[in-house]
């Protein structure tokens, strides 16, 4: 159901009647249009299926289009010939004011079409009425029972994916500034950081300078995916919390769409920023299975930005909590503090630290294999990779593709999370129940508002439906 409140509002007659006609097609095709719409040309108006009448907050007519003429000639207020009906109606509808004689005579006949209207309604109540206490229970029955069928949304899930993916896309793309700076963000600070260590060499202090490159991309790979993928559903909460009341679909195929319009937006900076400065820096290993795990990482952080963005509301108060987070699994990603020193109470924090399991098999990657040149004489050094690695307690066997693994889990475990965190909140409703009629119980009904006992404003309420 779509509502508009005067569409045509500013718009010349040629606009108008487009913008109708837009609306009348989306009418044809199964959607319901109720528009408020003052003065239409006749053209606009033939194009409307079904008309509602206001006049002083009460209503005047409703019902077909095609029959507001007989009505109105039934009570004596003939069309006239070549005369536009919705000018006429709101003529009908109109108090005069201009002398205290038309004034009394426009309220007269307003009161009379109230009252006549009125009249028409209590007769089809009164035609009703010998509705017996069995069929009302019937009718009943099957309004209860046709909710509780599952709606086709809930049921299929390739179709709503589908839209889901479309309107995810299409709002990311609304800004399309954003997105291309955000990639220009990350080529330019990879230029810079390129710039930086640039074309290290493999002597002493290069080692030092290899390990913080390693620090810094898996920091800021994990800061990145999962700060920005923390705001994806606050964003569209309202939206979705109403298509989800309206059980339009359900919280899988959202949650499957919101992973896949969000993994482009964050792997595309990702691949430029990662490129830049593995070749400006000469980053040692295999820069596949580098660009593999950094990849992974980022999808890893987006899923952690998952469970964060399905656990709060508010747009922001999500990046505010991811920042704290990321720095608690920075902390234990075993640079900066060594893998024996963390406290026992602090072990688990480390075991699922996806920033150690990136940063753990990139610095393999980077010093197996490796060999420095030692530029002290009498001192101590590193002339093998390995020895490194020894330093960091990551001379492990198997490391890389102990580390794979475990983001993949972790990857794994992140979604369920989150998805979980979604079925928790969904909307909940009380559950319809047929009572007989001593069960039934009476609700008082609220008292109009003292705006709306002086609302005196004349307006025409038009419907285009199927």
Request: proline share 5%; net charge negative; charged share 20%.
């Amino acid at each position: 159901v779509l509502f508009l409140d005067e569409p045509t509002t500013g718009l010349d007659s040629y606009q108008a009647l487009n913008v109708m006609e837009k609306l009348r097609a989306l009418a044809t095709g199964g959607c319901t249009v109720v528009v408020s719409i003052h003065q239409p040309r006749s053209s606009i108006f033939a194009l409307l299926s079904g008309v509602y009448l206001l006049a002083g907050g009460k209503p005047i007519y409703a019902g077909p289009t095609d029959d507001a003429t007989g009505y109105f000639s039934s009570l004596g207020f003939e069309l006239p010939p070549k005369f536009n009906p919705a000018d006429f109606f709101i003529d009908l509808v109109s108090i005069d004011q201009r002398d205290p004689q038309e004034l009394e005579r426009t309220e007269k006949r307003l009161s009379e079409l109230v009252d006549a209207w009125q009249k028409r309604c209590q007769g089809k109540v009164a035609e009703h009425a010998v509705e017996t206490e069995e069929s009302k229970t019937a009718k009943i029955k099957s309004i209860l029972d046709a909710r509780s069928q599952t709606p086709a949304g809930q049921s299929t899930f390739c179709l709503p994916l589908l839209y889901l993916i479309q309107r995810g896309w299409r709002e990311q793309m609304r800004d399309k500034v954003a997105v291309i700076f955000k990639c220009f963000f990350q080529a330019f600070f990879g230029v810079v950081f390129g710039l930086v260590y640039f074309q290290l060499g493999y002597d002493q202090k290069s080692i030092q300078d290899r390990t913080g490159i390693l620090v810094f991309l898996t920091m800021n790979q994990a800061f990145g995916s999962v700060i920005s993928t923390a705001q994806v559903i606050p964003r569209q909460l309202v939206i979705v919390n109403r298509d989800r009341a309206n059980r339009l679909y359900s919280v899988f195929p959202f949650y499957v769409s919101s992973i896949v319009v969000t993994i482009p937006v964050e792997i595309v900076p990702t691949l430029v920023n990662i490129v830049i400065v593995y070749f400006m820096s000469n980053l040692g290993g295999s820069f596949s299975l580098f660009l593999g795990l950094i990849l992974l990482e980022n999808f890893v952080g987006i899923s952690l930005g998952m469970v964060l963005s399905a656990s709060f509301k508010n747009v922001t108060m999500a990046p505010q909590v991811a920042p704290a987070i990321v720095i608690l699994f920075l902390i234990f990603n075993g640079s900066f503090v060594n893998e024996e020193s963390i406290p026992v109470y602090f072990l688990w924090l480390r075991e699922i630290s996806f920033i150690r399991y990136a940063f753990k098999a990139a610095a393999v990657n980077e010093f197996t294999g490796a060999r420095f040149t030692c530029d002290k004489a009498g001192g101590f050094c590193i002339t093998k990779g390995e020895q490194v690695l020894e330093q960091l307690e990551f001379d492990d066997t198997g490391v890389i593709w102990q580390a794979t693994a475990i983001l993949l889990g972790l990857a794994v475990a992140f979604n369920i999370i989150a998805f979980a965190v979604l079925i928790y909140k969904r909307p909940r409703f009380l559950t319809l129940e047929l009572r007989k009629p001593c069960e039934e119980s009476v609700v008082p009904m609220a008292a109009p508002s003292s705006s709306e006992e002086k609302a005196h404003s004349e307006a025409v309420v038009e419907a285009v439906s199927m």
